[in-house]
């Protein structure tokens, strides 16, 4: 079934410096890949989101990278903060058949001040 | 104030006696889906409904059961609970599938 592969698990940075996240999806009918962050003990939010015909989204420290081809996308914090410090979640579905939604597993985010 | 709520909070049930969470949206939104989360594993959704009378399965729907019968309310039905479906329980509602996701509070169950 569809599959979405996240790593690390765990990053650890220092503050001020960058951190990237990646994920790899398997159902090439994925069309719309969000990340949601989710502070200790809080419901997830959504950060940043992408659609399969834009290749790059920036929103101030926030980025995120798309490649179709290789069926993968990334996040991109830069200049970290402490109040970065979380879990992030990256998720792909599509509008074609399924309207599933799949997230990976998790990365924690520790940013060391 | 737009929001999803859940409820309860917190539920602590033993096996095989039926329960119900509820999860409500004042957002008019179609999509609504219910998701558990799991250490190491991440959010797995269980079901979704893309609107009135419309539900389908997501990823580990085994053992669960919603229905949508109004636009704002998505419960999900543990008719007989095993101890393996202790989880974390989130509702999470939006205008369509690819529109931003907004999650309830959250449900902790405990199955014993």
């Not at chain 2, 989360?37 to 997501?58: A, C, F």
């Not at chain 2, 053992?63 to 609970?81: A, Q």
């Amino acid at each position: 079934g569809e599959n979405v592969e996240q790593h690390p698990s765990t990053l650890s940075v220092q503050e001020g410096d960058s951190a990237v996240i990646k994920c790899t999806y398997s159902d090439s009918a994925s069309n719309y890949f969000p990340w949601y962050k989710q502070e200790l003990g809080k419901r997830p939010q959504l950060i940043i989101d992408i659609r399969s015909n834009v290749g790059e989204k920036k929103d101030q420290r926030i980025a995120v990278t798309l490649n179709k081809t290789a069926k993968h996308f990334s996040l991109h914090i830069t200049e970290t903060q402490p109040e970065d410090s979380a879990v992030y979640f990256c998720a792909a579905t599509s509008t074609s058949g399924t309207y599933k939604y799949i997230f990976g597993t998790g990365t924690r985010l520790k940013v060391l001040a | 104030e737009a929001q999803v709520t859940q409820n309860p909070r917190y539920l602590i049930t033993v096996t095989g006696k039926k329960l119900t969470v509820t999860c409500s949206q004042n957002m008019n939104h179609e999509y609504m889906s219910w998701y558990r989360q799991d250490p190491g594993l991440g959010l797995r959704q269980i079901y979704y409904s893309m609107n009135v009378e419309v539900t389908d399965k997501g990823d580990v729907p085994e053992g669960y059961k919603v229905s949508r019968k109004e636009k704002r309310n998505f419960p999900l039905i543990l008719e007989s609970p095993s101890p393996n479906q202790t989880s974390l329980y989130f509702c999470a509602s939006s205008p369509s599938p690819q529109e931003t996701q907004y999650f309830g509070p959250g449900t902790r169950l405990l199955v014993l």
